[in-house]
């Protein structure tokens, strides 16, 4: 048999391990991590996963950044669940959730959301919290479906102004994440991302980075990620959140996340501001403050708060702020309903 020959061979076998030991872990962790929430029929045979904590009301709905899934608000989530109930969730295209079937914008996300809280039976009014490209959907939500809204919470959401097309200055970052992403699909299929983060998990630090470095830039952003952002999350949760940067089809999402905010950033620039909904509005110490003519542009009734200890991720960096600006906004709703009915 000849040496070509002989690679060749030895490099179908590895590739054909390496997508049997993707198969088989995807399955495992589908079983294993699915059980605290359930899965809403939204029409057309999509699912969006939901886990639902507490009781009372009015419900806090969180919604995540641009390729976070409800994981990113889990100790939120559970410190707000003793006060109120809550609800989080993975949008179409990310964690355990059915892949896209329309453009990532925040007015089609926000269709979805709003079959998935009627058919999942969670009452308004709701108190909405977004982070980052989030922020952008629960406005929009509170545009489309005022009377559902009770108050806002938005943490340092996402400022169109400093995204393509109105700075095309950044188009180049757009279009890395849609290379990283069409990378990173196969590399996932074929079990590297798995492996690496899974040496990761068992502390095989060295070992996991020299494999990480070998897989280019998806590999460095897979592990910067786990080693920085993940850091600051829940212990317990690494290993879903591991199983979910395994997955090809979280690549998937991130690639038609990532296209479509040029699309978001046109919807959402001019859209009208929210009246008569509080709003208040988190921003990082590191960052500028929004000015009074962007508060303006968000709604009539808008306060910032600056958080000064903090980064982009403010849940994760100062989460007692969050929660306490949570629970503030939950009181005043609960007064004015009650002030309402007497």
Partial sequence: ???????????????????????????????????????????GGQKLFLVEKGSGGPAVLFEAGITATNLNWRYIQDKVAAFT???????SGLGWSSPCCSRRTPGNICAELHTMLASAGIEAP?????????????????????????GLVLVDPMRCEEW???????QSMINRGRKLSAYAIPVARFGFFRLVISLLMYRSNRLSGRIA???????RHVLKRLTEEVGKMPREIWPIIAA???RPEYYVGMQQYVSAVPDTVSEM??????RNIPILVLTPGNATPLSEQ????????????????????????????????????????SHSVLSASA
């Fill in 1 to 43: 048999m000849s040496l070509p020959l002989v690679i060749l061979l030895s490099l179908a076998a590895v590739l054909a391990a390496g997508f049997f030991y993707q198969s088989l872990g995807a399955r495992r962790d589908r079983r294993r991590f699915t059980r605290a929430g359930r899965w809403v029929e939204i029409g």
């Fill in 269 to 274: 620039h001019d859209a009208e501001p929210i």
């Fill in 85 to 91: 109930a809550t609800a989080a969730y993975d949008r």
């Fill in 294 to 333: 962007c508060l303006a542009r968000i709604g009539n009734n808008v306060r910032q708060v600056i958080a000064e200890e903090s980064a982009h991720w403010i849940h994760l960096d100062e989460p007692d702020l969050v929660i306490d600006s949570i629970r503030a906004m939950v009181s005043d709703a």
């Fill in 126 to 150: 709701y108190i909405l919290v977004g982070h980052s490209f989030g922020g952008l959907c629960v406005r929009r939500y509170a545009a489309l479906y005022p009377e559902e809204v009770a």
């Fill in 244 to 246: 979910h940067w395994s």
């Fill in 213 to 219: 470095k070998s897989g280019g830039t998806g590999g």
């Fill in 164 to 170: 393509p097309p109105l700075n095309p200055g950044k």
